[in-house]
């Protein structure tokens, strides 16, 4: 059985309770021989009417405890009424609440019990409920067992309070704890790929950065070994700079934990940075017809203009890879309230050229797009065109 469905059942049977101590209590107070019937009557409808007001209110006991424990020390405390609300309320009440606040209710509550069962026994021996196990011999005998019937009363509710505040606090230490867990894998994961990647592909691309200058160098005759080698230097140098900023996205540990007067993170590509995108593209041999249509460019959200970078760096990079020679048609259009669209097209190749890791570039897309309440489509268009489509929310700024 849920949670909830307990909750409800409990809720229930503590009104009822509640509903049913209050009536039982009026019927007893009217049934006294010799007391005076105006009175009686009176002072049991004000009872009755609080103690039933007072059992609805525990259905909020466990949102409101503090207002809800009040109310119910009114009917025994102020009027001829029973505790059961207020003993059913203080439950609810320590297991919210702590320290002061515990034991000022606690005293309250086993007061108004006290108070109770002291008039309940006063009552016709008939009549008495508590007089079954109360000695009357002596006033002594009496108080005494009036004390230690409200304080047995009071102890259950109590401690079931106290218990619930104690597996709560141990389920949501274990909870902090498993999270702690999970956040140090998380980190040592992340630090174990930076190092990778720091130490297989940094290398490479410093090598390949190297050998591409001293390319440059050889080939100076040659215009066009020049402009090639020269290309290949500055994407290495990017491709450098661009994995020592993924390095420290993996290393850190997020912004509220990066000591101050510690490194800035690199600046993060924009929609104004698309331009150079195609332009570096168009150096590496791909023959790029850019459309940009953009209103508002200069304020588009920079979570946006991230995304939209990396998408169109990840399309134009996989027609290098996997139709080389191939034209792209790049369609970039959008603003404020209306969305980005971005489109990338090329024609299929007559036979697609293997690449390892396939997809894995897409899956990345896809994550990112979706983190920003986006769609993507990647996917032949006919039997001689393939097309990236993606389109991301660019919510309107508040007027």
Do not use: C
Not at 76 to 84: A, E, T, V, Y
Not at 195 to 213: C, F, K, N, T, Y
């Amino acid at each position: 059985m849920g949670r909830s469905v307990l909750r409800v059942l409990y809720t229930v049977l503590a009104v009822a309770a509640g509903v049913l101590s209050s009536t039982v209590n009026v019927a007893l107070d009217s049934s006294v021989p010799g007391s005076d019937a105006t009175n009686t009557t009176v002072l049991g409808m004000l009872g009755w009417s609080a103690g039933i007001g007072v059992a609805v209110m525990l259905v909020w006991r466990h949102r409101w405890p503090l207002l809800v424990t009040a109310l119910a020390l009114v009917p025994p405390l102020l009027l001829p009424g029973d505790s059961m609300a207020a003993l059913i309320a203080l439950a609810a009440l320590t297991a919210r609440f702590v320290g002061w606040w515990r034991w000022s209710a606690a005293t309250l509550v086993f007061a108004a019990t006290g108070l109770a069962v002291w008039r309940d026994a006063g009552r016709h021996p008939e009549l008495s409920i508590a007089q079954a196990w109360l000695s009357t011999e002596t006033t002594a005998a009496g108080i005494a067992g009036v004390l230690l019937t409200a304080l047995l009363f009071t102890a259950v509710p109590l401690t079931t309070g106290i218990v619930r505040h104690s597996l709560a606090e141990t389920r949501r230490r274990v909870a902090e704890q498993e999270a702690l867990r999970d956040r140090m894998a998380r980190r040592e994961e992340q630090a174990r790929i930076a190092r990778e990647m720091h130490d297989v592909l940094g290398h490479r691309l410093s090598l390949l950065s190297l050998q591409a200058g001293a390319l440059e160098v050889t080939a100076a005759t040659t215009p066009d070994a020049a402009e090639a080698a020269k290309t290949v230097r500055t994407t290495a140098r990017q491709s450098l700079d661009d994995l020592r900023q993924v390095i420290g996205v993996l290393r850190s540990t997020g912004f509220a934990d990066r000591p101050p007067g510690g490194p800035a993170e690199p600046p993060q590509p924009t929609l104004a940075d698309i331009p150079d995108l195609v332009t570096g593209a168009r150096r590496a041999g791909l023959a790029v017809n850019v459309t940009i249509l953009l209103d508002q460019a200069s304020a588009a959200p920079a979570p946006l203009g991230t995304a939209a970078y990396r998408i169109l760096q990840e399309a134009l990079t996989n027609v290098l890879r996997h139709a080389p020679g191939a034209p792209a048609e790049v369609l970039v259009r959008g603003g404020p309230g209306a969305g980005l669209s971005l489109e990338v097209a090329n024609p299929r190749p007559p036979h697609p050229v293997p690449s390892p890791g396939s997809g894995t570039g897409l899956t990345g897309v896809n994550e990112r797009i979706s983190l920003l309440g986006g769609t993507l489509s990647a996917g032949p268009v006919d039997e001689r065109t393939f097309a990236l489509r993606a389109w991301l929310p660019w919510v309107a700024p508040a007027p």
